[in-house]
């Protein structure tokens, strides 16, 4: 029985603020570390940047106060290193040195270090700096924590539905087909069978999705492109696409048009991504315009860049939400739009375009609809 007086997590004291010293004279480090200490912040110290280093590796640390001129690593390289790594980004960091040179001066502000201080400093003055520095920093990992934590929910929302509804229809489907084999009329069977079918291939496409993503999050995809890419030209290949799912698009009740005005410009392209990146705009503009059939492919050049434009006059885009919507696993009103899928086919559109050194855009078009266009640069002569 409950006394009514346990502590959740969220009512426990917040941690006090933790600080890096980083500096190679023991007396700084001292004097550091008895004015930190007065404010009740936990203080640990490093005498060069890789010391510090595996010290960021064993605790959080909300400041770092660092000395410029060390032994083994330097404040600058080891600067460069904190920033380097994605954890460790978010930290203030505080250059702390006897280099008053105003060269130095800006060469460190220009690093992108938060503050610069040369010795001798007034106490008061570092201990009014880091106290806003260590609210920055507390204020930065709330809004990530925040942020992750609704991430979280999203994919795992997106997850149990996009697994469950499949495997509900394919299990149910075979118990019935595996219970009553005998009674089943032939066209439930076929029904049962058609049902598991489409089930199956929702599951191979988001597995095919997690795997191109995987692809693209681990460089593969990246390396590809840079090892395979080719000089082509975008009407041809674009062209030879629609040919080839002429017959999908049919039977799916459209046809598409295909305005090609790029005037035979050529960019470095990757086949195989770029044809994935523009079907799944056109599985896109199909899958939200099942009311009006129509979807049109315009090549246009523009500023040195030859435009994929993929044009429907389906239920339209809301602006707020472009973002959203490009984002992984990014879905807008889930609810009512049940078949968007797993949430990462224009979040690979977006990143292949990048990977080609080009650029996506999801916008509203007047009369109803939405416009994709996908814009890739020329290739160099």
């Known amino acids: 029985m409950g006394t009514g007086l346990e502590t959740h997590p969220t009512e426990r004291e917040e941690r006090p603020p933790s600080i890096l010293v980083v500096d190679d004279n023991p007396l700084i480090v001292n004097v550091l570390s008895s004015l930190f ?81 040369t010795k001798p400093f007034d106490p008061q003055r ?8 260590i609210a920055r920093s507390r204020g930065i990992k709330t809004q990530n924590a925040e942020k992750n934590e609704k991430f979280r ?20 489907g075979t118990e019935l087909l595996l219970d009553q084999p005998e009674t089943l009329q032939k066209d439930k069977a076929q029904s049962l069978l058609e049902a598991i079918q489409r089930g199956g291939q929702r599951l191979e496409k988001l597995v095919n999705d997690f795997m191109l993503m995987q692809q693209v999050e681990a460089g593969i995809a990246q390396r590809l492109y840079d090892t395979r890419a080719e000089v082509i030209g975008v009407g041809e290949l674009v062209g030879e696409l629609l040919e080839s799912r002429r017959e999908i698009l049919e039977s799916k009740g459209f046809q598409v048009q295909f305005h090609d005005h790029s005037s035979g410009q050529q960019a470095r392209i990757y086949t195989p991504q770029v044809q994935e990146l523009v079907w799944r705009l056109l599985e896109n503009a199909m899958k939200f315009s099942e009311d009006r059939k129509e979807v049109e492919v315009v090549l246009t050049p523009r500023d040195g860049e030859v435009g994929i434009e993929v044009r429907d006059r389906g239920i339209g885009v809301d602006m707020s939400e472009v973002q959203r919507a490009c984002d992984t696993f990014g879905q807008i009103n889930r609810e009512k739009l049940e078949q968007q899928g797993g949430g990462l086919g224009l979040a690979l559109v977006k990143r292949y375009a990048a990977i080609h050194g080009g650029c996506f855009t999801l916008e509203s078009r007047e009369g109803g609809g939405s416009l994709a266009r996908v814009s890739l640069p020329f290739a160099k002569k």
């Open 37 to 117: 200490a007065s404010q009740k912040y936990e203080v640990r110290s490093a005498n060069n940047g890789k010391e510090a280093l595996e010290l960021l590796e064993q605790d959080d640390t909300d400041v770092i106060v660092c000395d410029v001129m060390m032994p083994v690593l330097n404040g600058h390289d080891f600067f460069e290193k904190v920033r380097s790594v994605a954890e460790y980004s978010h930290i203030p960091f505080i250059f702390l040195t006897a280099l008053s040179e105003q060269e130095e001066v800006h060469a460190g502000i220009e690093s992108g270090a938060d503050d610069y201080i």
């Open 126 to 133: 570092l201990l009014a700096m880091v106290k806003g520095k």
């Open 153 to 172: 929910k999203r994919v795992i929302h997106t997850l149990s539905h996009e697994f469950r509804t499949p495997l509900v229809a394919i299990n149910t």
